[in-house]
Each structure stands twice: as structure tokens, then as C-alpha cells.
């Protein structure tokens, strides 16, 4: 954690991308990654849900052991998926599963409405990391994804949300679709580290969701991403070959 803020008062750009698997956690490390988030956006990416609203603790506490495994370099954080911090008590009590699974630390959504929660968890000596603007567990209630930080007041209120993020204890906050000019405006106001996704180039870093990155997920890719690679290309070539190659082999008792 310190050495993200090191690398903020440097001006250095954090990177930060998701894993929910051994062998990517892995690979990102190699990679030289920063860090890795176990993102509950597994839901729709490896698991096939909707939206972040139905994944639950036991899917998070699954995939973290997985990723730890890894034995990776970088910061492994976790998020906290919907309705497992309610309550401050609640919070504490499912950041510790998280942190006995193998996360280092642990990510929450939600400015000023959490900061019991916030405070609990750091308290409780489990480093966190804050989630501000469009909050996907949240999407339903949203009516979408929607950009944040457009008006004046919304602004104000992301400003004040970053504020009190900061204030409870987080080492580093997600400004996730904000506006580039607040995304900016509160990253130079915040002495923690500010992670953009679809929030321009503002930030002290960014972090996008691997599969999106890597082009893994063709059946959605969010406006912001350019991808990388096209994985899902290579996987189908790939199946199609091996699929072509044993359909054309005789058996071995008709040889």
C-alpha cells in the first residue's frame, strides 16, 4: 500500500487488472502487474450472471483462494460483494473471510453512506480499498451504467464521497465512468491513489476487467476498452482445429 502512494507523489501510473484464476493471477505477475483485484465482475465474466447483485461471499471467498495461490508480487485485494457489509459488524466479519482466503486487502463500494464500514474494517487492521462513482452493485437501483460527474453538483458530491473515502482509512479509491474532469479534480485533491476505469486519463492509474482487456468476453466490451488481443479468436481457432482434426482421424481398429 505504501509503495502506491510512493508511486503517486512520483507520478508514476499504478496498473491494476482482475484475475479470478491461478493461472492468470500468475500470469499478470509475471507481467510485472501492480495489482490484482478478485472483482465480483467474475459475475457476468466467469460465471454468466447479469449483473454483480448475484454474487455471493462463498463464489469470492473460491475464487481469492484461487488467485492466492499464485503467491503473487503484487497486491491481491477482493471485493466485497452485495449486501455483505449492511452493517459495519458485517463488514468486519466478511473482510476477515476474505483476508483468511488469501486477500491482502479488500474493496467496497460507496462514499459517505459507508464510511461506518470503512472505518470498522480498517480499524480492524484489513487495508482497504474504496469504490466511488458508478457503482455496479448498484446498477439495477442506476437503471445502467451511467457516467458520473457530468453536472456540477455530481461533482461535488464524488468530491465529497473521495473525501470521506479517504478520511475512513482507504490506502487507494476506484473512480469507476467518472467524468474526466472530476476524475482529475479529485485525484490532485486526494493524497491516496486514484484508479480510473472509463474515467480518463486523470487518474494516478487505471484498472480494467482482464477479459475485456484481452478481448475474453466477446459478447460485451465496454466503450471505453480497447482491447488488447482477441483471445476469444484464438480459443475458437483452437477448437475448431482440434474439433476438424479428430472428426477427419480414423479410429485406430479402422487403420
Known amino acids: 500500500m505504501q509503495e502506491l502512494r510512493e508511486k503517486k507523489q512520483r507520478g ?47 463464489e469470492m471467498l473460491h475464487h481469492t483462494r484461487a488467485v492466492s495461490r499464485a503467491d503473487t508480487h503484487a497486491l491481491v485485494v477482493a471485493d466485497l460483494p452485495i449486501h455483505t457489509y449492511d452493517t459495519p459488524d458485517q ?59 457530468r453536472t456540477a453538483a455530481e461533482a461535488v458530491t464524488l468530491l465529497e464521497d473521495a473525501h470521506a473515502v479517504e478520511g475512513a482509512g482507504a490506502f487507494a479509491v476506484v473512480l469507476e465512468i467518472v467524468s474526466s474532469g472530476a476524475a ?34 466477446p459478447w460485451f466490451t465496454p466503450k471505453f476498452v480497447k482491447p488488447e488481443a482477441n483471445v476469444a479468436a484464438e480459443m475458437r481457432a483452437a477448437f475448431r482445429a482440434f474439433i476438424d482434426r479428430t472428426r477427419r482421424t480414423q479410429k485406430a481398429s479402422q487403420v
Open 91 to 149: 463488514a468486519v466479519r466478511s473482510a476477515r473471510e476474505l483476508v483468511e482466503a488469501g486477500a491482502e486487502a479488500v474493496k467496497l463500494e460507496g462514499g459517505i453512506s459507508r464510511v461506518a464500514q470503512i472505518k470498522a474494517i480498517v480499524d480492524d487492521g484489513i487495508p482497504l480499498m474504496g469504490h466511488i462513482g458508478m457503482l455496479p452493485q448498484s446498477v439495477r437501483e442506476e437503471g445502467g451504467y451511467k457516467v458520473k460527474g
Open 184 to 217: 482529475r479534480e479529485i485525484t490532485a485533491a486526494l493524497s491516496i491513489p486514484t484508479l480510473g476505469i472509463g474515467s480518463g486519463n486523470g487518474c494516478d492509474g487505471e484498472i480494467l476487467v482482464t477479459h475485456d482487456l484481452i478481448g475474453l468476453f
Open 12 to 58: 508514476e501510473r499504478i496498473t491494476a487488472l482482475t484475475a479470478y484464476d491461478y493461472p492468470t493471477a500468475r500470469l499478470l505477475d509475471e507481467a510485472g502487474i501492480d495489482v490484482i483485484l478478485v472483482g465480483d465482475s467474475l459475475g457476468m465474466v466467469v460465471l454468466g450472471y447479469k449483473d454483480t447483485t448475484q454474487v455471493t461471499l462463498g
